[in-house]
């Protein structure tokens, strides 16, 4: 039993050696992945004609995330950024060594990282534990779904490999 202790207690701290290297590696690197609705990405900032011509898609997630005019916040960035965390560990598990080993660029392992990342956003619009829509939104939508309308907002997250900021 002590033996098997010590060998999975061993083990843990090499993994967490290791998610420490590949962390350095990332900053040292300069680059990061920024998820969901990033400044530069192609599109975002101009005016969505599902949103009456005049938000932008990047106004819209920020609306639905914050909450404006009465309408309640639902945080579904806040909720994907924990998951993301889990999803960036995980595919920094399975990348890393491949990166170590000059197989891959630090651009390509963020890039897989971030369109699995994406998911984690889609996923925590759909399945976030959010109030209600109202009686007048349930109405104009009618659907009482909360954050899917047209759909747009969901499918438009997108992510970014870039010079870390």
């Known amino acids: 039993m002590m033996s098997l ?18 962390k350095k590696l990332v900053k040292d690197s300069g680059m990061e992945c920024a998820v969901g609705y990033p400044v530069d990405a192609s599109g975002l900032g101009t005016p969505e004609a599902a949103y009456d011509g005049k938000a932008s898609i990047i106004q819209v997630a920020i609306w639905n995330n914050y909450g404006v005019e009465g309408n309640p916040g ?5 909720l994907a950024s924990k998951t993301m965390q889990t999803t960036y560990k995980d595919m920094m598990r399975q990348l890393g060594p ?18 699995k990342a994406e998911d984690d956003v889609r996923k925590a619009i759909m ?21 899917v309308d047209t759909g747009t907002m969901r499918n438009r997250v997108t992510h970014k490999v870039r010079r870390a900021r």
């Open 5 to 22: 202790a010590a060998k999975l207690k061993r083990k843990m701290e090499s993994l967490t050696s290791f998610e420490k290297n590949m």
């Open 127 to 147: 399945d976030g534990d959010w109030s209600p829509n109202s009686p007048a939104t349930i109405a104009r939508k009618k659907s009482n779904r909360p954050l």
């Open 74 to 78: 639902r945080p579904f960035m806040d």
């Open 98 to 115: 491949k990166l170590m080993k000059g197989e891959a660029s630090i651009e390509k392992v963020l890039d897989v990282i971030g369109l």
